[in-house]
């Protein structure tokens, strides 16, 4: 029974994975199949960093999924880009207000994703506030994705540029300790 395993393991082909333009278009490793058929709309989970090469990347994980195969080549789309469970967790605090939305928004040619957002105040808020807080960032955050491409809204975000923009956006409904981009679904 172990000898059927072996042969089929060693039918096997490995095949390089490329990201995206958007982030290069460079090898990042390689992955095994029989077949490159099967390969297309496979979910490769990396860590941020090791694609970008910057150190406050290391709390995100960006999904790549394989859109074509040429030769031993897979190249990959973005699927999605979203901060891991441990990094969310440990910014929020005890005497703090946490606040999630999920919002349905589309880029500048109307491609639609979703963005999921997480927003921590200093203090304890009512819960009116958080209603303002929700309805102004989910105003702001539609309005943004729609004057960009999904590409530089991700450049945005990945710069921390649509996080300080959106914190400045909410300032003055209540103080605001970190917003943080949880997930971008593609």
């Known amino acids: 029974m172990a000898t059927k395993a072996v042969e089929k393991w060693k ?3 490995w095949f390089n994975v490329y990201t995206p333009k958007l982030f290069g278009d460079t090898a990042i490793g390689e992955i095994p199949a029989d077949d490159e058929k099967k390969l297309v709309g496979r979910v490769i ?3 941020m960093s090791w694609i ?3 150190a406050e990347h290391s709390f995100m994980v960006v999904g790549l999924r394989v859109s074509n195969v040429n030769g031993d080549a897979a190249h990959t789309e973005t699927n999605y880009i979203e901060q891991t469970y441990s990094y969310i967790h440990s910014l929020v605090k005890r005497h703090t207000s946490v606040i999630y939305t999920v919002d349905s928004v589309a880029d500048k040619a109307g491609k639609p994703f979703v963005l999921k ?3 921590i105040t200093d203090g304890k808020i009512a819960t009116p506030k958080k209603g303002s ?4 960032i989910t105003n702001f955050a539609k309005a943004y994705a729609a004057s960009h491409t999904i590409e530089e809204f991700m450049n945005e ?10 914190m400045r956006e909410i300032g ?8 943080e981009v949880k997930k971008i679904e593609l």
């Not at 975000?157 to 959106?166: I, K, M, R, S």
Request: net charge positive; no cysteine; glycine share 2%.
């Open 11 to 13: 039918s096997k082909r």
């Open 157 to 166: 975000v990945l710069g921390n540029t649509f996080q300080a923009e959106a």
């Open 172 to 179: 003055n409904i209540a103080r605001v300790n970190r917003l």
């Open 45 to 47: 989970k990396v860590n």
């Open 133 to 136: 807080i929700r309805k102004s």
């Open 52 to 54: 970008t090469h910057k």
């Open 117 to 119: 957002l997480v927003i």
